[in-house]
C-alpha cells in the first residue's frame, strides 16, 4: 500500500470515528429568539427574566442544560443541581474565570479578584480575603465586634427614623451593610458619613447598567468604531472611576503608614514621620503584600473596592428580602420576635447569642425563595467541554438557574410556601456550590 493510500484511509477512519462515536447534539434553546439580537427582549428586563428563569427551567428540565442567545454571545444556562455539580464543582478548573463583556470591563477589572482568571493568583487573593472574611477570623471577637457595633446602629436607624417621611429601608440596610465591611476592611473605623451616599449611588449606577442583556455597543462592539457610544458604558466607567476617587486614599493612607513603618525600622526615617500606626486589618494586609511585591497597586486598590462593591446590594437586599417575606408571614413574625426578645431583649443578637437557630433559618428560607443573584455571578469556560453529549465551546458564559432549581417541589416540600423550619431539621442544604470560586464570604454567612 503506498504511503498516500494508508494516510488517506487513516483521515477516512478517523473521520468515520468521529461522526459515529463524538456526535455532539446541539443545545436546547427556549423559543422566540430574534435573528441576530436572540433572546434580548427575555432577559433585558429583571424582572421578566426572572420569570422567565422558572418558565424555561421548567420547559428544560429533563435536559440538566440549556442555551440562550445574546447578540453573538451563547449563554449556557445549568438547570439541574446534577449539572452544577457536574461542571462548576468536579470541573471546577473549566469554569472558574469569568467573561469580562464591555460594560463590566468598562467597571470592573481582571485585577479583581471575581474576574482574575483561575489560578495561582486567583488563589492567593481569595486567601487574603479569607484571613478577614472567612468564618474564624469574623467571629474573633475584634471582628464581631465592629459588626455588632454596625447592627446596632442599623437598629437606632430604624427606630428612630422610619416614621419619618421619606424613610427609605433599602437605604438603611444598603448604608449598615456598607458601613460594616468598611469597619472589618479598616480595624473598626466607621465610614465618613459623607462618603456613603456617593458611594452607594456609584455602585448602583454600575448595577443598573449591568446584566447580560445589556445594550446594543456591548453586545455588538465594532459598532464604537463608528462613534457610536454606549450610554451603558459611559456609565459604568464613570462609576468606576468614582468610587475609587471615593475608596482608595483610605487605602493609600494605610500604604504610606506602612511603608514609612518600614522606613523608620530601618532607621532611615525619624518616628516623628509616622501620624499613626497602621492597625492590624484587611487594608494593612493589603498593604503588605503590596510592598512584598506580591501583588500590583491595581489589584491592591481592587482588594478594598471589590469587597465593597461585593457587600452593598448581596447583604443589603438580602435583609431587605428577609424583612419583606416576615412582614407577609404574621406566624413567622411572631415566632422570631418571641425568640429573640426572650435571648437577647431589645438589643440586637449578638455573636454570643444562641438558640437562634430559627432566625438563621428565616435568613435561608428567604435566600432559598428569592435569591439576590437568581443566576449567580457569570462564569466562563477555558477550554471545550462536552457534557451529557451537548458540546460547550471555550468562552462560553455559563449561568445557573437557582430561581428554579430552589423551588423544586423534588428538592424542598411545598417549595413555593416560606417555612423556614425546613432548616431545622437534619440533611437541608442551601449550598448548590463548593468549587473554586463561590462567594468569599459564603462560609460567613452560613454561620
Ligand atoms: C448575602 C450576601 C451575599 C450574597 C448573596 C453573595 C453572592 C455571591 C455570588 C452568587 C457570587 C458568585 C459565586 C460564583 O460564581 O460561584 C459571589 C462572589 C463573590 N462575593 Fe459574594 N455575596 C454576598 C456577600 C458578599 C460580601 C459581604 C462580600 C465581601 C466581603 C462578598 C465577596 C465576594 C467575592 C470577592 C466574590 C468573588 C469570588 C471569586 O470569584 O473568587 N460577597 N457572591
Given at each position: 500500500?503506498?504511503?498516500?493510500?494508508?494516510?488517506?484511509?487513516?483521515?477516512?477512519?478517523?473521520?468515520?470515528?468521529?461522526?459515529?462515536?463524538?456526535?455532539?447534539?446541539?443545545?436546547?434553546?427556549?423559543?422566540?429568539?430574534?435573528?441576530?439580537?436572540?433572546?434580548?427582549?427575555?432577559?433585558?428586563?429583571?424582572?421578566?427574566?426572572?420569570?422567565?428563569?422558572?418558565?424555561?427551567?421548567?420547559?428544560?428540565?429533563?435536559?440538566?442544560?440549556?442555551?440562550?442567545?445574546?447578540?453573538?454571545?451563547?449563554?449556557?444556562?445549568?438547570?439541574?443541581?446534577?449539572?452544577?455539580?457536574?461542571?462548576?464543582?468536579?470541573?471546577?478548573?473549566?469554569?472558574?474565570?469569568?467573561?469580562?463583556?464591555?460594560?463590566?470591563?468598562?467597571?470592573?477589572?481582571?485585577?479583581?479578584?471575581?474576574?482574575?482568571?483561575?489560578?495561582?493568583?486567583?488563589?492567593?487573593?481569595?486567601?487574603?480575603?479569607?484571613?478577614?472574611?472567612?468564618?474564624?477570623?469574623?467571629?474573633?471577637?475584634?471582628?464581631?465586634?465592629?459588626?455588632?457595633?454596625?447592627?446596632?446602629?442599623?437598629?437606632?436607624?430604624?427606630?428612630?427614623?422610619?416614621?419619618?417621611?421619606?424613610?427609605?429601608?433599602?437605604?438603611?440596610?444598603?448604608?449598615?451593610?456598607?458601613?460594616?465591611?468598611?469597619?472589618?476592611?479598616?480595624?473598626?473605623?466607621?465610614?465618613?458619613?459623607?462618603?456613603?451616599?456617593?458611594?452607594?449611588?456609584?455602585?448602583?449606577?454600575?448595577?443598573?447598567?449591568?446584566?447580560?442583556?445589556?445594550?446594543?455597543?456591548?453586545?455588538?462592539?465594532?459598532?464604537?468604531?463608528?462613534?457610536?457610544?454606549?450610554?451603558?458604558?459611559?456609565?459604568?466607567?464613570?462609576?468606576?472611576?468614582?468610587?475609587?476617587?471615593?475608596?482608595?486614599?483610605?487605602?493609600?493612607?494605610?500604604?504610606?503608614?506602612?511603608?514609612?513603618?518600614?522606613?523608620?525600622?530601618?532607621?532611615?526615617?525619624?518616628?516623628?514621620?509616622?501620624?499613626?500606626?497602621?492597625?492590624?486589618?484587611?487594608?494593612?494586609?493589603?498593604?503588605?503584600?503590596?510592598?512584598?511585591?506580591?501583588?500590583?497597586?491595581?489589584?491592591?486598590?481592587?482588594?478594598?473596592?471589590?469587597?465593597?462593591?461585593?457587600?452593598?446590594?448581596?447583604?443589603?437586599?438580602?435583609?431587605?428580602?428577609?424583612?419583606?417575606?416576615?412582614?407577609?408571614?404574621?406566624?413567622?413574625?411572631?415566632?422570631?420576635y418571641k425568640l429573640l426578645s426572650?435571648?437577647?431583649?431589645?438589643?440586637?443578637?449578638?455573636?454570643?447569642?444562641?438558640?437562634?437557630?430559627?432566625?438563621?433559618?428565616?435568613?435561608?428560607?428567604?435566600?432559598?425563595?428569592?435569591?439576590?443573584?437568581?443566576?449567580?455571578?457569570?462564569?466562563?469556560?477555558?477550554?471545550?467541554?462536552?457534557?451529557?453529549?451537548?458540546?460547550i465551546p471555550k468562552g462560553t458564559?455559563?449561568?445557573?438557574?437557582?430561581?428554579?432549581?430552589?423551588?423544586?417541589?423534588?428538592?424542598?416540600?411545598?417549595?413555593?410556601?416560606?417555612?423556614?423550619?425546613?432548616?431545622?431539621?437534619?440533611?437541608?442544604?442551601?449550598?448548590?456550590?463548593?468549587?473554586?470560586?463561590?462567594?468569599?464570604?459564603?462560609?460567613?454567612?452560613?454561620?
Open positions: 500500500m503506498s504511503w498516500s493510500l494508508l494516510v488517506l484511509f487513516i483521515l477516512t477512519f478517523t473521520f468515520l470515528f468521529r461522526s459515529f462515536f463524538c456526535r455532539t447534539k446541539s443545545l436546547p434553546s427556549p423559543p422566540g429568539a430574534l435573528p441576530y439580537l436572540g433572546h434580548i427582549r427575555q432577559v433585558s428586563n429583571p424582572a421578566v427574566f426572572r420569570s422567565n428563569l422558572l418558565r424555561w427551567g421548567t420547559l428544560f428540565s429533563t435536559s440538566h442544560i440549556f442555551q440562550l442567545k445574546i447578540g453573538p454571545r451563547r449563554i449556557v444556562i445549568l438547570n439541574s443541581e446534577e449539572a452544577i455539580a457536574e461542571l462548576y464543582n468536579r470541573r471546577g478548573a473549566t469554569y472558574s474565570s469569568r467573561p469580562l463583556d464591555a460594560v463590566t470591563s468598562a467597571f470592573f477589572s481582571e485585577k479583581s479578584t471575581a474576574f482574575t482568571p483561575y489560578g495561582k493568583m486567583h488563589r492567593y487573593a481569595r486567601a487574603l480575603i479569607g484571613e478577614t472574611f472567612g468564618p474564624a477570623p469574623s467571629t474573633s471577637a475584634l471582628v464581631s465586634s465592629y459588626i455588632e457595633r454596625e447592627a446596632l446602629s442599623l437598629v437606632r436607624t430604624i427606630k428612630d427614623t422610619s416614621h419619618l417621611p421619606g424613610f427609605d429601608l433599602g437605604e438603611a440596610l444598603g448604608r449598615a451593610s456598607i458601613s460594616t465591611i468598611w469597619a472589618m476592611i479598616f480595624a473598626g473605623e466607621r465610614i465618613p458619613e459623607e462618603k456613603v451616599p456617593s458611594i452607594c449611588t456609584a455602585l448602583r449606577g454600575f448595577s443598573k447598567v449591568a446584566g447580560i442583556g445589556s445594550r446594543i455597543v456591548s453586545l455588538f462592539p465594532f459598532l464604537s468604531y463608528f462613534g457610536i457610544q454606549d450610554r451603558d458604558i459611559e456609565a459604568a466607567k464613570k462609576a468606576r472611576e468614582r468610587l475609587i476617587a471615593l475608596i482608595a486614599p483610605r487605602y493609600l493612607l494605610a500604604l504610606d503608614r506602612v511603608r514609612k513603618e518600614r522606613s523608620i525600622e530601618k532607621g532611615e526615617l525619624q518616628a516623628a514621620e509616622l501620624d499613626k500606626v497602621e492597625p492590624e486589618s484587611h487594608a494593612r494586609r493589603v498593604a503588605e503584600a503590596q510592598l512584598a511585591g506580591k501583588i500590583d497597586q491595581e489589584r491592591a486598590i481592587w482588594l478594598i473596592v471589590g469587597l465593597l462593591s461585593a457587600s452593598i446590594d448581596t447583604t443589603g437586599s438580602t435583609l431587605h428580602f428577609t424583612l419583606s417575606f416576615i412582614a407577609d408571614s404574621p406566624q413567622v413574625q411572631q415566632k422570631a426572650s435571648v437577647c431583649g431589645s438589643a440586637p443578637p449578638s455573636f454570643k447569642s444562641t438558640g437562634l437557630e430559627y432566625i438563621k433559618a428565616v435568613v435561608k428560607e428567604s435566600t432559598r425563595m428569592w435569591p439576590v443573584s437568581p443566576t449567580g455571578m457569570p462564569r466562563m469556560t477555558d477550554k471545550d467541554d462536552v457534557y451529557q453529549g451537548y458540546f458564559t455559563v449561568l445557573m438557574n437557582i430561581r428554579y432549581i430552589q423551588l423544586l417541589e423534588e428538592r424542598y416540600d411545598e417549595a413555593k410556601d416560606f417555612k423556614p423550619e425546613r432548616w431545622l431539621r437534619e440533611g437541608e442544604s442551601l449550598n448548590l456550590m463548593d468549587g473554586v470560586k463561590p462567594c468569599t464570604s459564603f462560609p460567613l454567612f452560613s454561620l
